[in-house]
């Protein structure tokens, strides 16, 4: 996993609530077996018409829209557990997702993919979004390390929370396999013990 | 110290805690299907490592494989290759595998309770949300990601913050009519699709005590849709009985301390919940959505709410559907039954008796996709196959299939379908697809009137 400290950048803001994992990649691109190339279909079904044509008016299909920041509206990756939301994501650009709520899986997916997702309250969130699609060359600020999302034409400068494990993870782009291939001892006396 | 059922599962599986982060949990059953293991086994690969505990682990074909043929090679080039692989890497790593083909094979969340391999005081993952349904027998079941397969296959274990805590009580007696599914589509439209975020429910009160493990299976699968991790029942009597003399069941030398433990789990009295809700089985209707996401659902005899906000009426738009309408008599031309929620026995045997002796309407198609091998063969057994090919409706071999419309069963664009799935996201059962959540009672009348009707006040016989 790349590491991740810090992120200045233009962001794409869809005010949509309840994007679940289907909009995020149908299920019908699911066949793959590997984690490439799921970038393509982001979005598929709201970014392309059947015939594979652009579909006009969606945001990612707006030249003035871009960056590795998507801001999106409430309880964001809801249903499907499918990690390939995340690889999808991340393969598209997106290094950060900012809402005011994320559906838990999501949650953990993004974070095994070096994806941050970042919660601010539903007023912070509105005026984001407003302000970013009025201002596509906007950039926001991420600092991992301190825990802040600032972008300072609007005066934002918001504190976020995430696990201190995460964090260390992120940070350093460890991941939880190797911790816990590190834990075998523990594991197998605790198998001894209750099996 | 007073402990909920959730804690007591908890706090028996974890193995070590990371100071200030997660906790480790010992997972005892991993089940694994073709769609989200590929790339997990391609990590272990990369790595040079092998499963921790193949034993532990069981593997079936069910999103992503056909509905018909399945004793042919499967037409199409990416699920054949999806399902090859999934063979390719239960041998490698010495998984049991009950692939197309084996009398085991189906839904992985319906074939995993009716082997018994799901019991109670266990932890259970999957890398599919749904994996909620097996709490249903007081077990922690929740789905994962990817990242997380290849962690549970390399150490058997997850890393994991716990959960805070939600009961869900519903006491009284229900109303006529009123299914598992419309309790469980009640509850979530009263508490919205994200209410249950970083929680794990316990579902309380005799409406569930006096349900069958079916039904409450239908309930507990349904858990994720308002965005809980998972939801459990305390395990009894109906339990137990359930449980007793399945393939991998205990068995008779183990049975009694099995049961003697599982009788300790149920919630301490005066145990607490960081949110606790309360129902009156009485207010609880048939229910249908109307929308694209599960909470959006009204009683059957209701009419759509009038809310102003964007995301709910773009939901209207792709739904085709006004507020303030009523969804009775409302032309249907698909209905689905069939997925995680309503494949099992009872749910086609309640069909098949408000189905027998009539004929689906002219414009219906009408889909019957039994969960698994076991269930289709007691569908033939028991005469209900003979019913419902009388009817008109189709039946296929056991998959996914409709509910999210991986392989070929999807429903054409702009056609409305009354499902007995638990998603009714746009798209779910293929593009321009609008969805209807409903009970199996209500997808079997609307097949037979080819249009939505108020089973509320029905005397069926
Ligand atoms: S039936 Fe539907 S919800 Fe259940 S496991 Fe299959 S795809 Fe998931």
Redesign the pocket.
Known sequence: MEKFKKLTSTAVSLPVENVDTDQIIPARFLKATSKIGFGENLFRDWRYNSDGSKKEGFILNEEKYSGKILVAGENFGCGSSREHAAWALEDYGFKVIVSSYFADIFKGNALNNGLLPIQISSTKLTQLLTHLKENPKSELQVDLENQRLSLNEIGLDESFEIDSYKKMCLINGYDDIDFLISKKESIEAFEAQNQ | MKKTLFDKVWDAHVVDSVPDGPQILYIDKHLIHEVTSPQAFAELEQRGITLARPEKTVATA??NVPTVNQHLTIKDALSRKQVEMLTKNCKNHNVTLYGLGHEYQG???VIAPELGITQPGMTMVCG?S?TSTHGAFGTIAFGIGTSQVAQVFASQCLLLNKPKKMRITVNGKLNKNVLPKDVILYIIAQLGTNSGTGHFVEYAGDVFENMSMEGRMTVCNMSIEMGARGGMIAPDKTTFEYVKGKEFAPNSQEWDKKVTYWKTLPTDDGATFDTEYNFDASDILPMITYGTNPGMGIKINESIPETNDASFEKALTYMGLKKGQSLINQSINYVFIG??TNSRIEDFRLAASHIEGKQKAGNITALIVPGSQQVAKQIKEEGLQDIFEAAGFEIRQPG?SA??GMNEDKIPAGEYCVST??RNFEGRQGQGVRTLLASPLTAALTAIEGKIVDVTELELV
């Open positions: 069910d999103h839904i992985v969340h599919d749904h997925s995680c996914c509910c999210l799935s638990n």
